[in-house]
């Protein structure tokens, strides 16, 4: 197979790239830029030199109908101007950005700030959350990448949502991220004097992937959800923490939750549940494609806390769309995904 990448010398191409090109059915990894056109990959990623020695490509010279896959990881709005001409021929497209995410235009309006895309491309794609939409993925041809955190948020919800053990207007989320998940290009709340060694919170209540999280709960249970979300940046590079609170439906036993966990998740690879009042941390998925899980039963307020973790970079964008692509193809979901995490 050969796969090309739009928008890979950000942090999400970077990967994207490191994944592809040791994926054994991938052959060729062709590079697209609209800035840095005929340099060398190394001379943006100096960890690259001596691996890549192809020279970054021009839009001009993408031709979708001589790639199988086509992977777009520009910035959220370049993906509305760049794919459109690219969608239903030959290559099967995953955007990691969250131009086609949203299925209603003014609430993409709303929250991104942005003219939102053509609808009838909207309707084309799908939601590429691996583990819960597998039949739908299998059969696209545009997929919509999840955010990181609506990825790390709805792994750890969707399954008590689904079952009812929970009450689905009593959910309240506190997110914290590594600066990766700001991006590549610098800017004032990544600064090094602003983030090192301090806690930020950021998007209070106005963060994108608020409607995002709420339409994939929405598509589970058939109700409007309305969360509470907020965002902190952590002084690491990267990983993701998540940790959800709600209201059980019913007093809850220890068992009857993980049993619901077991249920979802036992035949998903990329899913790691581990049993009550475990104390995870971000370090313990580094650089993999999984989403560890974990929960804990407050019985003295009938409250239920769910511990999400997973590398932002890998399962909460380039890993999870290598995993797209595996599932899109009729490939084993595992394939070029197999790395045990970073430790330490």
Not at 235 to 247: F, H, K, L, W
């Amino acid at each position: 197979m050969r796969a090309g990448i739009i928008g890979v010398t950000g942090y999400g191409g970077l990967e994207l790239f490191r994944l592809l090109t040791a994926h054994p059915e991938i052959n060729e990894v062709l590079l697209y830029s609209s800035s840095r056109e005929g340099q060398l990959l190394s001379e943006e990623a100096p960890h690259l030199y001596g691996i890549n020695m192809d020279q970054l490509r021009s839009f001009d010279q993408l031709n979708t109908d001589e790639l199988d896959v086509l992977f777009c990881s520009a910035p959220s709005g370049a993906s509305t101007e760049l794919l459109p001409s690219f969608i239903g021929r030959k290559a099967k497209v995953i955007d990691l950005a969250g131009d086609y995410r949203l299925k209603d235009p003014d609430i993409y309006r709303e929250w991104y700030g942005k003219e939102p895309p053509d609808t009838s491309i909207v309707n084309k794609a799908v939601y590429g959350l691996s583990e819960w939409n597998q039949n739908e993925i299998s059969k696209a041809g545009l997929i919509a990448n999840p955010g990181c955190y609506p990825t790390a948020v709805l792994l750890g919800m969707l399954p008590l949502l689904k079952t009812g053990l929970i009450n689905p207007e009593t959910i309240i989320i506190d997110a914290k991220s590594g600066i990766s998940g700001a991006g590549a290009s610098p800017q004032k709340a990544s600064h090094f004097t602003k983030a090192n060694d301090s806690l930020s919170v950021y998007k209070i209540n106005k963060h994108q992937h608020i409607p995002e999280i709420e339409q994939a709960m929405k598509t589970v249970t058939g109700t409007d959800t309305n969360i509470t979300f907020t965002t902190h940046l952590v002084p690491m590079t990267r990983g993701i923490m998540a940790t959800m609170y709600a209201e059980l439906a019913e007093e809850i036993q220890f068992h009857s939750v993980t049993e619901v966990f077991q249920e979802f998740y036992q035949a998903k690879p990329f899913v790691r549940v581990f049993k009550e009042n475990t104390e995870l941390f971000t370090k313990q998925v580094y650089g993999s494609n999984y989403c560890d899980l974990t929960f804990a039963i407050d019985e003295r307020t009938n409250r239920i806390t769910v511990i999400s973790v997973i590398d932002n970079l890998i399962k909460g964008a380039a890993g999870q769309a290598v995993q797209n692509m595996n599932i899109m193809f009729g490939l084993n979901e595992l394939e070029g995904l197999k790395q045990s995490p970073l430790f330490p």
